[in-house]
């Protein structure tokens, strides 16, 4: 099971910033928080991903509670054709095992 | 292009027929993944092999699933005796093995059984 929860939906205008939240109240302290998305008929995209510390890079930021059970990504300028389902995703070698587990993220639609 | 390739990218059988797709990976990546989805689910992970060993499978695979990845290169899935719960899209995915490896997605193979 995915070890992440997050909003089936969330609207956004375009131009405006999306924050989208995901809760990981179980992560452990090796295990990295990944966001990918999925435009639709495509294949996942890697977004970004942080262990401890905020990161932020072409495509977003993503900002990691001090205490690591929640995180948020943000795409500071969002584009129509940000419109895709969002996944985050909590990956680590503390189960034992390195696939990556997803849940049905967050739906964004980035309004006009 | 050199990121990852699936082939074919649609593919439709009658029930009980087997098929096989190809996934190529990026040429460098040692971590080869296949998963499965279907409509309005996230990517439900089936399998991965690092070079040619294949160190994972899921419980959810059954028997008729095979996945195979010779030389550490290409790899192929087979479905045999296919059901029509077998149709979805079936997602292939790269990496390089690292603490904070990233996972690039090919465009996956639709599958319908009729």
């Known amino acids: 099971d995915a070890k992440t929860t997050q909003p089936p939906s969330m609207d956004c205008a375009e131009g405006r910033a999306a924050n989208l939240p995901c809760n990981h109240s179980t992560i452990s302290g090796n295990e990295y928080v990944y966001w990918y998305r999925q435009i639709h008929s495509q294949g996942p995209q890697y977004i970004i991903h942080g262990l401890k510390n905020n990161e932020t890079n072409e495509m977003a930021s993503l900002i990691i509670t001090e205490d690591r059970k929640s995180s948020t990504l943000i795409l500071p300028h969002a584009t129509l054709r940000d419109t895709a389902v969002y996944y985050c995703i909590v990956r680590g070698s503390t189960s034992g095992t390195y696939k990556y587990i997803f849940g049905t993220g967050t739906r964004l639609k980035v309004l006009a | 292009d050199t990121g990852v390739s699936q082939n074919p990218r649609h593919k439709i059988t009658k029930r009980g027929q087997n098929v096989t797709f190809r996934c190529d990976p990026i040429s460098e990546h040692n971590r080869l993944y296949w998963y499965r989805q279907t409509l309005g689910q996230g990517p439900e992970f089936l399998t991965y092999f690092q070079n040619e060993a294949q160190l994972e499978k899921s419980r959810l695979l059954s028997d008729r699933f095979s996945a195979e990845r010779p030389k550490g290169s290409f790899s192929t899935l087979e479905i045999q005796r296919t059901e029509q719960g077998d149709s979805a899209m079936y997602l292939c995915?790269?990496?390089?093995?690292?603490?904070?490896?990233?996972?690039?997605f090919g465009s996956g193979t639709q599958l319908s059984v009729l």
């Open positions: 995915a790269s990496s390089l093995a690292g603490t904070s490896e990233k996972l690039f």
